[in-house]
């Protein structure tokens, strides 16, 4: 069974641009990778500009994207209007954005 998260980034005039990830989205496995591999806004901007995911791996290069590994459709990064209308707009387990200044926020459904 999959546990489906969402992954976003806070930009500089408050939205939030997210990608969707299908397997292990809670935060021993997704949250962890995310805090100790992609705290870094570029590395993070890279990940979401793959599109929709279905693996998130340390590395960039074996992240299972659906458009790049996986030949689907590309779904590019979903924008929110802020931090809190990405965690009031769920249907996913876990969500987690890193903030403009630099902090990872988790979010449960």
């Not at 005039?13 to 990608?19: F, H, K, L």
Request: one cysteine or more; a negative charge; hydrophobic letters at 30%.
């Amino acid at each position: 069974m999959s546990t489906r998260s969402k992954i976003g980034i806070e930009n500089e005039n408050g939205r939030v641009n997210a990608i969707y990830c299908h397997w292990d989205g809670y935060p021993e496995y997704n949250g962890k990778i995310l805090k100790e591999h992609y705290s870094d806004r570029n590395k993070l901007q890279q990940l979401l500009e793959l599109g929709d995911i279905s693996v998130l791996k340390e590395d960039l290069g074996k992240v299972e994207a659906y458009h790049r590994d996986l030949c689907k459709t590309y779904y590019p990064p979903i924008e929110y209007r802020n931090i809190d209308s990405f965690g009031k707009q769920f249907g996913f387990e876990y969500g987690y954005v890193l903030t403009k200044n630099g902090e990872w926020l988790t979010f449960k459904d």
